[in-house]
Each structure stands twice: as structure tokens, then as C-alpha cells.
């Protein structure tokens, strides 16, 4: 299927786009030639590290890589709203109507820029963002309580060391009574990120710092990274619920392993394994890296579920094919039954696709109330 998705970009970028330009010959080949380069971005970075998931490279070249990559796909799309749109006018006025020099250079104008963009908000240390959730039966010591959520982190040669630091930095400074990471640490073995996850051993929080793997654990030896991140302070909840005590009043904290583990030889999410033998009255929140198994939470009476997975669509209109993926679950604040889901947008982003158009990163800030 891949090599039939790039054929196709090629060719429309190629030979419907670039070569009516009124360009020299020679230009015309090095601009092809470079189209191919960018185009086959995600084989340099299996080439760099053995992972399609962690280009190797230096910073600079992933961030060019996928400049490129997204200019390539949106002037793919622009180019064929172009042809579409100039067939349609010829039906309607029953003539032939000719493609312009301006409509080419127009479309990887606008190409170019989004993609410059969205690289640029991708990059960005994420705002915190303030949610408020009514969760029924709320103990009177949970009243106004203070959780924040990262997710999909992907610490990378795009999101190094300096980028994680400013991440925990902006975290702390939230006020938070706990910290979750709901996945997606890292994309790269321990050794590869060892330095660049280092600045994640300062998060703090009065009830603690807690985690689920995500998918992308289990694609870099996912027991040498639980391991690793475990030593860091991260105290993982693997198809298990902590109780969360203010005095007399409690809050279950629980959290599932990702659905993609049995293909890597590990155990899978198990929520009711996750549940056993909680206090039946005391509200629970769930953390599960992928938000489509939400209607079973619903059902079996989580009060609030906090995943990502999604990255929020990536791209306003790209939402819309991801939510398909996820059993209609993409982005922000759904309510399942009596349940609140959450889907996060992500902190940062995988980077073999890292653009975001009207789907910004987010750090988020929950304050619970009753309801």
C-alpha cells in the first residue's frame, strides 16, 4: 500500500505540478529528483536508526524533512483541487479551460507556507490548557483538585533534551495535586534517549507522577523503558488502580496497558483486571493511551477517562479520517454515557509527520468539581 501512496504523490507532484512550470530542463530534473528525496523521508529514517519512528539525523534535517514532506502532501491536494476544479468549470461552460503558470505557483506558495506553519506550532512548547469536568459523586476533599495530563511526548532528535526541559518546567509551574502521563514517551531505544528523557526525572507532584505505556513503547524494547522511566519516578499503572486520599475521602487512579501489546509479545489491556477489588463509591479515573475502547470504561463505571494516541487529527479535515480510526473519538472533551472522556492533542508529536493545522499541542490542566 505505501509504495502505491508515494507512486501517486510522485506522480502528481511531479508531472502535474512541477513539470508544466515554465522552468529549464535541467531544474525541472533537480526539483523531480529532490521531490523523490523528501518524498521518501521515511525510509532515510529507517536507514538512520532501523525505525521509521526515530530519524537519526540531526535536528535541523528532520525539521527541513518535514517541511518537505508536508509541502509535498498539501500541494498534492491543492493541485488537485486545482485540476477538480478547473474540470468543473469546463462541464459547466462546455469548454476547455487551460491550467495556468499563477494556479502552480500559487498552490506551492500556500503549499509551502502551511507546511512551514505547521512544523512551527508542532515544535512549540504547548500552552497550558484549563478544562473543568462535573464528576458525580466527587468526594468534598477532591473538590477543586488539580490534574495534569502529557501525552504523546515522543521525545526524539525533534523533541530533545531542551524541549523536554521547558515542557517540565511549564508543568510544575501548573500547580498540580497529581501528574499523568497517559503514553508515548519516546519514540528510540533507552540508549538513544537516555540524555534527551533525563529533564522528565524533575516532574513533581504532591500525590506523585504516574503513566501508562503507549504504543510506541512497545516498538523500542518496552521493558528496558519501564524499567528506565520506573527509576525516573514514574510510577506505572499496568492493568492496576492506585486509591488517591485526602483523608476519608479517596479517588481511583487506574491505568491499562496499550491494545498494540500483544503483537509485541506483552500483556494487553485488561480493564477489569485494572478495576478489581476498588472501592466501589469512590469515583474513578482511567488512563488508557488509545480513547476507542471508552464506551466499555463508560460501562463498567469509570467516571473519567483521560487518553491521546490521536495527536487531535494532526490537521483540521485529517481529524475527521483519524476519528474513524479511533471509533469516532479525536479530539477534546466527549461525554460516554454518565463517563467523560478526554482525548488530548497531544504535548508533542510523532516525527515522521510533525505538522499541526488547527490542532495545537497542549499541556492540560484539569480542575475537578462535583457535579
Keep these: 500500500m505505501r509504495p502505491v501512496v508515494f507512486s501517486t504523490l510522485f506522480l502528481v507532484v511531479i508531472l502535474n505540478w512541477l513539470w508544466p512550470l515554465p522552468l529549464p530542463l535541467l531544474a525541472r530534473i533537480a526539483a523531480a529528483c529532490l521531490i523523490v528525496v523528501v518524498g521518501l523521508y521515511h525510509y532515510w529514517c529507517r536507514l538512520s536508526s532501523g525505525s521509521v519512528f526515530a530519524p537519526e539525523m540531526p535536528r535541523l534535517a528532520v525539521i527541513l524533512f518535514n517541511w518537505g514532506f508536508g509541502a509535498l502532501m498539501l500541494v498534492t491536494v491543492l493541485q488537485l483541487a486545482v485540476d477538480g476544479g478547473a474540470a468543473i468549470w469546463a462541464l459547466v461552460t462546455w469548454r476547455p479551460f487551460h491550467i495556468g503558470t499563477v494556479p502552480r505557483v500559487v498552490a506551492g506558495a500556500l503549499a509551502a507556507f502551511l507546511s512551514a506553519w505547521g512544523v512551527a506550532n508542532a515544535l512549540r512548547v504547548p500552552p497550558i490548557r484549563d478544562i473543568t469536568l462535573d464528576i458525580a459523586g466527587l468526594p468534598p476533599g477532591f473538590e ?11 521525545i526524539t532528535r525533534l523533541f530533545p533534551a531542551r524541549w523536554a526541559e521547558a515542557v517540565v518546567t511549564r ?201
Design 171 to 371: 508543568t510544575n509551574g501548573a500547580g498540580a495535586d497529581l501528574i499523568v502521563v497517559t503514553g508515548d514517551f519516546i519514540d528510540g531505544s533507552v540508549a538513544m534517549r537516555r540524555d534527551d528523557v533525563a529533564p522528565l526525572a524533575a516532574l513533581t507532584a504532591p500525590d506523585g507522577v504516574w503513566a501508562i505505556p503507549g504504543n510506541h513503547e512497545y516498538f523500542f524494547d518496552y521493558a528496558e523503558w519501564i524499567a528506565h522511566l520506573s527509576r525516573m519516578g514514574f510510577r506505572f499503572l499496568l492493568n492496576s488502580h492506585e486509591i488517591i486520599r485526602r483523608k476519608d475521602d479517596t479517588l481511583v487512579l487506574a491505568g491499562v496497558t496499550d491494545r498494540s501489546a500483544a503483537h509485541h509479545g506483552e500483556v494487553g489491556p485488561d480493564l477489569a483486571l485494572a478495576l478489581a477489588n476498588r472501592p466501589v463509591t469512590a469515583p474513578v479515573i482511567l488512563l488508557d493511551h488509545q480513547p476507542g475502547e471508552a464506551r466499555e470504561a463508560a460501562r463498567l463505571g469509570v467516571a473519567l477517562q483521560l487518553s491521546g494516541h490521536t495527536h487531535g487529527g494532526m490537521i483540521y479535515g485529517l481529524d475527521a479520517l483519524v476519528a474513524r480510526g479511533n471509533k469516532g473519538f479525536v479530539s477534546g472533551l466527549y461525554h460516554v454515557g454518565s463517563m467523560a472522556l478526554y482525548v488530548s492533542n497531544g504535548t508533542g508529536i510523532w516525527p515522521g509527520f510533525a505538522l499541526r493545522l488547527g490542532r495545537p499541542s497542549e499541556i492540560t490542566r484539569f480542575t475537578l468539581r462535583a457535579s
Design 144 to 154: 477543586g483538585y488539580r490534574l495534569v495530563q502529557l501525552t504523546d511526548l515522543h
